[in-house]
C-alpha cells in the first residue's frame, strides 16, 4: 500500500521525478525484501543473500580503520625476552658453497646469552621505511655498536622466512662473511604480541611488529625505545641508539681531546712558523719545519676547519 501509493506521487509531480528517482527505487528494493517472504529452504536465494553480505563486507573492508589488539602492555624494563619460537636465518657451506638456512629457536637463546644485546622490531620486509632507512642504518653502525659492547644485533618482522631470506640476501646480508645483523622471521606475530608490541596497520597490511628497539644485559630488557605507525624511524634508528648506549659525558671527552690535540698542534705550528721566519727563511730551518707541520697537520685538521697557517705552511 505504501509503495503504491508513493508512485501514485512520483507520477502527479513531474517536476520531481529526477530529484526522487533515487529514492524510489531504493524505496522499491526496500519494500520487496521487507514484505516478499523467502523460504528458507531456497539455496539459491542463499547464496546470493551471502555473496552479497560477502560484497558489501569487501567493499567497506577497504575502508576499515585500524583494529586495537586485545595483547598486554609493552613489555616492562627488567622483564626477560620470552621463549616464543621464532625462525632466524643463517648460512651454511654445502658444496663449497654458500646457502641461506632457516633454524627454529627461541628468542630467548637469540638474546638471552651473556652481555649486551639488541633485537629491533620492523613492520615489514621490503616496505620502504625498513628497507632503506631503518635496516641500512643498523648495518653500518653495527660495528660501531659492537664497539659499545653489543654481542648481537637481531631483526624481527612478522614476515615469513622466505620473505625474510630475500629482504636479507637484497640487503646483502648473506655473503659468506660473518652476518653483521641476525634476522629473525615471526610469521604468527607471537613474539611481538607477547612483548606487547604489535599493531593492526590497517587494511592490507594487517598485524605488524611495531617499529622498536629492545635493549638486553644478560637476557633481560634495560631500555626500549618506540616510533609510532609504518613511516617515522627516528627514535628506533641506529643513530639514536648509539647516543643512548655511549656512556654520558665519553662524547664530551672524546670532543675535548680533539680540541685538546688541535691546540696543542696549533701551537707548535706557531712556533715552528715563528723559528722559520725569524731566521730568515734559510733553507737549513725549512728542513727542519717543513716535516714537523707535515706531521702535526692531521691533529690540527682533526679539530680545527680553518687553520690558515697550517694551509699556507703544512702542504
Given at each position: 500500500?505504501?509503495?503504491?501509493?508513493?508512485?501514485?506521487?512520483?507520477?502527479?509531480?513531474?517536476?520531481?521525478?529526477?530529484?526522487?528517482?533515487?529514492?524510489?527505487?531504493?524505496?522499491?528494493?526496500?519494500?520487496?525484501?521487507?514484505?516478499?517472504?523467502?523460504?528458507?529452504?531456497?539455496?539459491?536465494?542463499?547464496?546470493?543473500?551471502?555473496?552479497?553480505?560477502?560484497?558489501?563486507?569487501?567493499?567497506?573492508?577497504?575502508?576499515?580503520?585500524?583494529?586495537?589488539?586485545?595483547?598486554?602492555?609493552?613489555?616492562?624494563?627488567?622483564?626477560?625476552?620470552?621463549?616464543?619460537?621464532v625462525e632466524m636465518l643463517t648460512t651454511s657451506a654445502e658444496n663449497d658453497e654458500i646457502v641461506a638456512i632457516t633454524i627454529p629457536i627461541e628468542a630467548s637463546e637469540v638474546l638471552g646469552g651473556e652481555g649486551k644485546s639488541v633485537l629491533v622490531g620492523m613492520p615489514g620486509a621490503f616496505t620502504p621505511t625498513c628497507s632503506k632507512e631503518h635496516l641500512p642504518g643498523f648495518i653500518d653502525a653495527s660495528s660501531q655498536l659492537r664497539k659499545l659492547g653489543v654481542n648481537t644485533i637481531a631483526v624481527v618482522t612478522t614476515n615469513d622466512k622466505f620473505v625474510n631470506e630475500e629482504w636479507a640476501k637484497n640487503a646483502g646480508l648473506l655473503g659468506g662473511r660473518e652476518q653483521a645483523i641476525t634476522v629473525l622471521a615471526d610469521g604468527d606475530a607471537e613474539l611481538v604480541k607477547t612483548l606487547g608490541l604489535a599493531e593492526d596497520m590497517g587494511f592490507g597490511v594487517g598485524v605488524r611488529s611495531k617499529r622498536f628497539v629492545l635493549v638486553c644485559e644478560n637476557g633481560v630488557v634495560t631500555n626500549l625505545l618506540m616510533d609510532e605507525g609504518m613511516d617515522s624511524c627516528e627514535l628506533t634508528s641506529a643513530e639514536n641508539l648509539i647516543k643512548v648506549l655511549t656512556p654520558s659525558g665519553q662524547e664530551v671527552a672524546e670532543e675535548m681531546d680533539q680540541k685538546t690535540m688541535a691546540l696543542m698542534g696549533g701551537g707548535v705550528a706557531l712556533v715552528l712558523v715563528a723559528m722559520f721566519f725569524m731566521s730568515g727563511g734559510d733553507d737549513h730551518t725549512a728542513t727542519v719545519v717543513a716535516p714537523a707541520m707535515k706531521v702535526i697537520a692531521p691533529a690540527v685538521k682533526a679539530g680545527s676547519k680553518d687553520f690558515t697557517l697550517l694551509k699556507q705552511f703544512g702542504s
Open positions: 500500500h505504501v509503495l503504491r501509493r508513493s508512485y501514485l506521487f512520483f507520477y502527479t509531480n513531474t517536476t520531481m521525478n529526477l530529484a526522487l528517482l533515487p529514492f524510489f527505487v531504493l524505496l522499491s528494493v526496500a519494500s520487496i525484501h521487507a514484505f516478499v517472504v523467502v523460504p528458507s529452504t531456497s539455496t539459491k536465494v542463499a547464496q546470493c543473500s551471502a555473496g552479497s553480505s560477502t560484497a558489501l563486507n569487501g567493499i567497506l573492508g577497504r575502508f576499515r580503520r585500524k583494529e586495537e589488539l586485545q595483547i598486554g602492555k609493552p613489555i616492562a624494563l627488567g622483564g626477560p625476552i620470552p621463549a616464543i619460537d
